[in-house]
């Protein structure tokens, strides 16, 4: 007796292509996230002074909510991140001053030993912000409350880290507090760098999508 086996071989067939189909869909999807996305490149510019390059960066509870970096087509609107990109491009054996208009609120550390400065020049870096009395204060620091941060930059194979200080519940609405800071980079090298304050809201301890994503809060210190 012949059996027709023709039904179960179009069944395979077909579980192969939607097999087929779902793993092009995955990988359109990497592609879209995080080859079509990923960070632009950000040149320092020379400082007006001295022989170094400066960068300006602005960090935001959500990228919707940027002002100085507006970036309307981002696929999370609402991921907080650095702006206006997380890639940095630095010349070797220089001075690179760093300055972040810091809008988020607190989220505070885990660990308080990252709430000091280490590996910038001087061993502190100046801060204008409004105290809990909504008064503009400024000056320079080298360890603030950990209870107080919203984020902080760190690039651990330099020794680089620096807390930033939340925006009061007292500041003006609109304001923001400005954390400048400088360090040496050496030799050529690109560098991985983030936050370590648990900031990625909706995943597991706060270390996903935006703690763990490039153009978000990490990015590359590329030094050449």
Not at 29 to 43: A, N
Not at 46 to 59: F, Q
Not at 101 to 112: C, H, K, V, Y
Request: charge should be negative; hydrophobic fraction near 45%.
């Amino acid at each position: 007796m012949v059996v027709d086996r023709t039904p179960r071989v179009g069944g395979r067939l077909a579980i192969v292509v939607l097999g087929l189909a779902a793993l092009l869909a995955l990988l359109t999807g990497f592609l879209v996230t995080f080859v079509f996305h990923f960070p632009t490149t950000l040149t320092a510019q020379p400082t007006t002074v001295g022989n170094g390059v400066s960068i300006h960066l602005e960090t935001v509870a959500a990228v919707q909510d940027a002002i100085a970096f507006p970036r309307p087509n981002d696929p999370h609107p609402d991921w907080v991140s650095y702006l206006p990109t997380t890639i940095f491009k630095v010349p070797a054996n220089s001075v690179v001053t760093i300055s972040i208009d810091q809008e988020d609120g607190a989220s505070g550390l885990r660990n308080p030993y990252w709430s000091k400065a280490q590996g910038i020049i001087g061993g502190s870096f100046h801060m204008s912000y409004f105290d809990d009395n909504g008064a503009p204060q400024a000056g320079d620091f080298s360890v603030i409350d950990p209870t107080t941060l919203a984020h902080s930059f760190g690039i651990p194979d330099l020794g680089v880290f620096v807390p930033l200080q939340g925006i009061a519940d007292a500041a003006p609405a609109g304001s923001h507090n400005e954390i400048t800071f400088s360090f040496k980079t050496g030799k050529a090298g690109i560098f991985r760098w983030q936050c370590f304050v648990p900031c990625g809201a909706g995943s597991i301890y706060g270390n996903g999508n935006a703690m763990s994503t490039f153009g978000y809060m990490s990015g590359l210190l590329v030094v050449q």
